[in-house]
């Protein structure tokens, strides 16, 4: 309890000290903590298999029905990144992870946003999952192997911060 009360005496006072002196440049030594970087994430185990190098920018993969999506980062200070290539694979209804009708790729919007259409995810190995890579070289690859709730939700995100290569 002790901690909460130093951090809310130290935002109460840097606080003060700003509307005092009307000055909009405090020192750090006064502001309270809190995050000031985002990590890296990591490669997921699993998150490269089945990965075809290359898979082409499509605007749906096979007859839709289920939205990928998620959002890309830069690391450090979590400026979203545009014009990021995101590959997208799955187990669906209407084919294999290793299958390349099954893989698709597509890019972020200004927001760093991505959302791609594609068929249903089934159970592979008993888990209904996707996975998704980041690959396109300005950044250190990531493959991310998220893992959905239920067999019948009809959308899944996943989130990237990258690290400059």
């Known amino acids: 309890m002790r901690n909460l009360y130093l951090n809310r005496r ?3 006072a840097a606080g003060s000290a700003v509307i005092a002196s009307g000055v909009t440049g405090v020192s750090s030594a006064l502001l309270p903590a809190h995050a000031k970087e985002f990590a890296p994430t990591p490669s997921m185990r699993g998150g490269s ?5 290359g898979a082409p920018i499509v605007d749906k993969i096979g007859g839709g029905g289920f939205w990928m999506s998620g959002t890309v980062r830069r690391a450090g200070d979590g400026a979203p990144l545009a014009g990021q290539r995101i590959q997208i694979w799955a187990h669906t ?4 992870e290793s299958d390349p009708q099954s893989h698709g790729a597509t890019l972020t919007n200004e927001n760093g946003e991505f959302r791609l259409e594609m068929p249903q995810i089934v159970p592979a190995f008993g888990q209904p999952h996707g996975h998704l890579a980041y ?6 690859t990531v493959f991310l192997r998220p893992i959905m709730p239920s067999s019948k939700d009809t959308s899944l995100e996943a ?3 990258l690290k400059p290569v």
């Open 135 to 140: 690959d396109s070289g300005d950044y250190e």
């Open 49 to 53: 298999n089945n990965y075809q190098p």
């Open 10 to 12: 130290r935002f109460i």
């Open 159 to 161: 989130h990237f911060v």
């Open 93 to 96: 209804t209407e084919g294999y």
